[in-house]
């Protein structure tokens, strides 16, 4: 069966940090890529960064997500077929459901992304 399965959200003070797991089973990660998106409440959802098969990083390219850039970096790991979203410097407006998601390719439309994990929730509060 083919699942994404996050982990790693929590309530975190801002400037704080966490880091998002991403693992998939019934499939090789490594033969796609991989995007980790956000939805904040009454917001749409929201590209964030991506890794290519080749494990070259894309970018935030919206004006609501660009502000991650810098803060949050992409990684994976393929022995462990996970990904991981390292978040530092973590602000309120970072609050949001957290999911992964798999394509061939880093794009930014949410319709090439084919399977999805649950979400994790990240909260950054005072």
């Known amino acids: 069966q083919l699942q994404l399965v996050e982990s790693g959200g929590g309530l975190v003070q801002p400037g704080g940090s966490l880091r998002l797991s991403c693992a998939a089973s019934?499939?090789?990660?490594?033969?796609?890529?991989i995007a980790w998106f956000r939805q904040a409440p009454g917001k749409d959802r929201e590209r964030l960064l991506c890794?290519?098969?080749?494990?070259?990083?894309?970018?935030?390219?919206?004006p609501s997500s660009d502000s991650v850039n810098g803060r949050f970096t992409i990684s994976r790991e393929n022995a462990r077929n996970t990904v991981y979203l390292q978040m530092n410097s973590l602000k309120p407006e970072d609050t949001a459901v957290y999911s992964c998601?798999?394509?061939?390719?880093?794009?930014?439309?949410?319709?090439?992304?084919?399977?999805w994990g649950q979400g994790t929730q990240v909260t950054v509060s005072a």
């Open positions: 998601a798999r394509s061939s390719q880093c794009v930014t439309l949410i319709s090439y992304y084919d399977y």
């Open positions: 890794i290519s098969r080749d494990g070259r990083t894309y970018y935030a390219d919206s």
């Open positions: 019934g499939f090789n990660l490594g033969d796609y890529a």
